[in-house]
Each structure stands twice: as C-alpha cells, then as structure tokens.
C-alpha cells in the first residue's frame, strides 16, 4: 500500500469495477470519491446477479471462428441462449456486424492474447483487496467443471481449449466416471468435461461489491447516491460533474465505470463506442436439493451453476433488446428446466430470478485507459461477460496510470478510439 498523499479521484459507477478501482486508488493515497445512483437498488447493476466465476484462464471471445453456424441454431430456438428481439434488430445491426468480423482467428488469437493479460491475474489481484476487506471467505478456488454430453465435446471445443491452455494452468480432459468423482450430483447424460482446478468462483458477486464499498467508506472514503447527469468542462478537461438531483460536484481526476451505461457520460466528452447490453438471466435456488462443491458449466447449453451463499445460481443467456425494455423472465425459467437435466435432483420449488446488463464492446474487450481527449478522464467500462474477472488487474492498472507509473498491461488493445 503506498501511503503517499495525492489529488482527488472521482469514480462514476459503483458495479464491481468502480469499486475495486475505488478501493484501489484509495491505497494509493488518493481522496476518492464513488459516485453511484443505486441507492438501494442493488439489482440493477449487472455486478449484482452474475453467475460469479473467477477464471484466469477465460482468454476466449463471445465471437470465434465458425460460430455464425451456432448463432443461426440459437435464433430458432425462441427459448435458446441467444434471442434477439425482433423489433431491437434495426438498433443492433450494426453492432452484429462488427461483432461477426472479430471472429477470424487471427482477431480471435490477438484478442485471446490481451484477455489473456487482464484475467490471468485475476486472484493475484484481488488479494491484497480482500484480505484487507475480510472478505477471502467469498472466494473459492476449487476449480471449475464443463460438462459436455457427446464424447466428441472436447475436440470440438479444442480451439477454445488451446487458447485457454496459453494462461499456462493445468486443464483435465475427464470421462465419465472421473466427473462422477468430481460432482456426484451430475447427470450421467454428461460423458466428457475439461477441469480446470486453477479457476475458481465468489460465492456472493454482490455481497463482494457491497463488502468492498463498505470497506472503502471505513477507511474514509466518500460514496454517494447521486445519479451523473453531465459535465461542467473548462479549457483543460471536466472540471465538474452535474446529478440528477441538482448537485454540482468539483472534480480533479475522474474515472468512469458505468457499465452498460457508460456510452451517456462519454459522449458529451468527445467519446463514443459500440457498447451493447448482453442481457443475463439468473434464478437462484434457496433449497436446490443438490450440493454441488464447485462452479459448473453446461458447454452445450451455455449454462452456468454455482453453488452460492444463498443457494445454487444457474444463469446463462444472451439476450439482445437494450437497455430499456422489459425483463422476459421465462428466460430465466428455462433455465430452471436445463439445470433439472444437469443435476437430476435439483429442486426447483423455491426460486428468486434476475436480468442484467452486460456491457459489451464487439471484440469482448474492455475500454480502460486515460481518455485521448482529457487528460484528467480515466475509462474502465464494457467488460462484457467477464467483468468479475477483469475487475481487479482493472483496477489495479488504473491505480498505475493515474499515480503516473506506467501500466503492468500493455493498454493498447483496450483503447477508447480502437473503433
Ligand atoms: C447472467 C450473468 C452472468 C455473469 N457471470 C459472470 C461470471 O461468472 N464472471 C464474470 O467475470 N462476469 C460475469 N458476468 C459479467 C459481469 O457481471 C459484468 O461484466 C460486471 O458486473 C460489469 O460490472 P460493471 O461495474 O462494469 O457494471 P455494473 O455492475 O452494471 O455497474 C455499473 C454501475 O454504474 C451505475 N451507473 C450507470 N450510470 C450512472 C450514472 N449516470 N450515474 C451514477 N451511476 C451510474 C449503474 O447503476 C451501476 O450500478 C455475468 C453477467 C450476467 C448478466
């Protein structure tokens, strides 16, 4: 931790990475400030309901070769992991076509490569956070188990295999009954899965940001309830920041994490990026019946399970509609009957159910770096499926840059203007 004193900080957003970033330039000695409008609404931040895998080696794009095949089997399925609603198709075009030309190997490969660098350090990162947080019992790292039900599954997943054996960490190819060993409770439907002991998850995604913002106030840190609704910005750059609520706020130094959201507080400062909500659904099941020790993924039906705190989460979708229409909670019911075929003693009387905003770039990279434009401006938005992951080395190297060190990550990759 580096004591020294240093210039105000205002973060905008208090998801995961605004608070991890917040926590970090407070160890940096900076006075922080975290701005974020959900006063006891927790749930419409995305970093509320994820699915909390913590995986180092999750090196691999939503976009990879050959996928237009899947994309086109997923859109008949009107209860499939993808589903666009029709009358939103105009909007997200040409975000879809941008999204469809990152998914050459060579774009798969180079973006592999910069994923790669954020989320291999993933716990490393977190550590000194959550040690001085108490917070170490959220984290499990007892590996994770994707399942598949033809024995063919692995090798037809082996690009993704190999991308993810670059992070260097020791990945299983199992059989039958090795999976049994690992997860009593899986159907026997499932015959083959890829191990990876290294990777790990948080047993409560929001307990974790409440427990980081909570410690970032014990230690002096200002939050507030305030919804950002523009700028105030002088010759070198915003000098303030104006809320919903009529508060004019000074800012030195600002960061913005805003998620989802992040395009609104961009734009009037000269920035814009294709930023699309990837909507999540969740159910979490108080009395699931089933105990299952470690986080496991149905590679063929997109699903994720995790043992939680408060039960057993199965999320997964992806659905396109933006960021004001209606949650489709039947999407997050079928999630219920692919979990009953994962784990055939699951109980599925008692459930709370949920839908998120993902912030998602095209190339499944996020934006962190200084603003081109304002030197004062830092961005760390649009971590996509992974924000749980990146949050930490975001956090960290935001901590870099701002106290004028150079960045432990090569930032290229993840710069605002690369569209
Ligand atoms: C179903 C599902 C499963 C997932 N599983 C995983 C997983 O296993 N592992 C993983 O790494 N990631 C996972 N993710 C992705 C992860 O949850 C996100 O990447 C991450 O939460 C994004 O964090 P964030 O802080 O950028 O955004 P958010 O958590 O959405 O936070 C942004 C905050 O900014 C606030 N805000 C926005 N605009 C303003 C404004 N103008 N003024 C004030 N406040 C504002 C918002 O209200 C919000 O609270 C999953 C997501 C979903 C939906």
Redesign the pocket.
Same mark, same amino acid.
Do not use: K
């Given at each position: 931790m580096n004591g020294a004193k240093r210039g105000g900080v205002t973060v905008?957003?208090?998801?995961?990475?605004?608070t991890v970033c917040a926590n970090y330039l407070q160890r940096e000695g900076h006075t922080v400030t975290l701005?974020?409008?959900?006063g006891g609404d927790p749930d419409?931040?995305?970093?509320?309901?994820? *699915?909390?895998?913590?995986?180092p080696a999750s090196v691999v794009p939503i976009a990879t070769p050959g996928m237009i095949k899947d994309v086109v089997k997923w859109l008949m399925d009107p209860l499939g992991p993808l589903h666009i609603r029709w009358s939103y198709l105009p909007a997200c075009l040409p975000w879809l076509i941008r999204f469809l030309r990152q998914s050459s190997p060579e774009r798969v490969r180079a973006i592999s490569k910069a994923l790669a660098s954020l989320n291999r350090e993933t716990f490393e990162a977190y550590d000194p956070l959550l040690k001085e947080a108490g917070l170490q019992h959220l984290f499990k790292r007892t590996g994770q188990l994707f399942v598949y039900r033809s024995e063919d599954g692995p090798e037809h997943d082996r690009f993704a295999i190999d991308l993810k054996r670059q992070v260097g960490l020791p990945i299983e190819i199992l059989g039958a009954e090795e999976i049994r060993e690992i997860e009593p409770a899986i159907s026997p439907e499932f015959r083959k899965a890829h191990f990876i002991p290294g990777h790990g998850h948080c047993t409560n995604p929001y307990g974790l940001v409440k427990g980081l913002a909570d410690h970032f106030v014990r230690r002096g840190g200002t939050l507030l309830r305030? *919804?950002? *609704?523009g700028w105030d910005i002088g010759p070198e750059g915003p000098r303030g920041l104006r809320t919903a609520s009529g508060r004019s706020i000074e800012v030195d130094k600002v960061v913005i994490?805003?998620?989802?959201?992040s395009n609104?507080?961009i734009e009037p400062l000269g920035h814009r990026v294709p930023l699309e909500s990837h909507r999540?659904?969740?159910v979490t099941l108080s009395d699931p019946g089933v105990a299952p020790r470690i986080m496991t993924l149905s590679a063929d039906d997109k699903i994720?399970l995790t043992p939680m705190d408060m039960g057993l989460r199965l999320?997964?979708?992806v659905e396109l509609a933006g960021l004001d229409a209606a949650p489709n909670f039947e999407r997050a019911r079928k999630l219920l009957r692919i979990g009953e075929r994962v784990f055939p003693g699951l109980k599925t009387a008692k459930f709370t159910e949920w839908m998120?905003?993902?912030?998602c770039l095209p190339d499944s990279l996020p934006v962190i770096g200084r603003s081109p434009k304002h030197a004062n401006v830092f961005l760390a938005?649009g971590?996509?499926?992974?924000?749980?992951?990146?949050?930490s080395k975001t956090g960290q190297v935001l901590a870099e840059i701002i106290a004028g060190r150079p960045a432990s990550i090569d930032l290229r990759p993840f710069r605002v203007d690369r569209f």
């Open positions: 905008i957003g208090g998801g995961i990475i605004g701005i974020d409008r959900n419409e931040m995305c970093s509320f309901g994820n *699915t909390g895998g913590v995986s305030e *919804t950002v *609704t994490a805003a998620g989802a959201w609104a507080l999540g659904y969740h994720a999320a997964g979708n998120g905003h993902r912030p938005f971590h996509g499926h992974q924000g749980l992951i990146g949050a």
